[in-house]
């Protein structure tokens, strides 16, 4: 296997394992929280902010080729301490409030630590890319001790997904050098999407008046 070789893993294959364990263990517990966060909400509030959870492990070659881009040796030492989004978890919202509510649900959790927090929707990117990203450590519990373990989670409305699986595809057909003309028609639908969520949000407190008025 190309990794094997990469990370000089002839004699650590056991530490391999150990800390792909705790990763896949980390999205499992990580994505139990949020159901029970959401759960949570719907019972206070009647209605659910997530309209559905994406989760994924990093795959052994992008691992390697995430470090070597980033000009880092392929350990399993860099791996862990210079790699924020081994694992992930991408949270998908009906409405861009609602991330937000998300956000400091998932950040108020007694025994979640966040370490990083980029928030594209307040700042995009460029290109027009938006959504909310946090790397929070939660805590897995083995039976030398608990043991931090880094997550990034990713939160975004239905628009902005849709956007950004589109802007996913260009990039890597291209390589990152698409023709200006498609990265101009990719931002133009980026202002699309900003418009298409705000009026989303309007008529959902609409909705919401109403009902309260009744």
């Not at 004699?11 to 394992?17: F, G, R, S």
């Not at 040796?73 to 978890?89: P, R, S």
């Not at 931090?148 to 050098?177: C, P």
């Not at 023709?179 to 949000?201: G, N, R």
């Amino acid at each position: 296997m190309k990794l094997l070789n990469d990370l000089k893993l002839h004699d650590q294959i056991d530490q391999w394992k150990s800390v792909m364990f705790l990763y896949g263990s980390a999205l499992k517990e990580i994505k139990t929280k949020i159901e029970i966060l959401n759960s949570e909400y719907v019972h206070i509030y009647g209605h659910t902010p997530i309209e559905h959870i994406k989760s994924r492990l990093k795959s052994p070659n992008s691992i390697v080729k995430k470090l070597k881009r980033t000009g880092n040796e392929v350990t399993i030492q860099n791996m862990v301490e210079k790699l924020n989004d081994i694992a992930g978890i991408r949270i998908i919202c009906s409405f861009t409030e609602d991330i937000y509510r998300i956000a400091d649900m998932i950040s108020q959790h007694g025994d979640v630590t966040v370490l990083q927090i980029k928030d594209y929707i307040r700042k995009p990117k460029p290109n027009g890319y938006k959504s909310y990203h946090m790397v929070i450590t939660i805590p897995i519990y083995l039976n030398e001790g608990p043991v931090e373990t880094k997550v990034e989670i990713q939160i975004r409305t239905v628009a902005m997904d849709f956007w950004a699986s589109l802007e996913h595809k260009i990039y890597y057909k291209f390589e990152g050098n698409a023709p200006a003309t498609l990265q101009a028609e990719l931002k133009a639908c980026a202002d699309m999407v900003d418009l298409l969520d705000a009026k989303m949000s309007s008529l959902n407190q609409m909705i919401l008046s109403l009902g309260h008025e009744e």
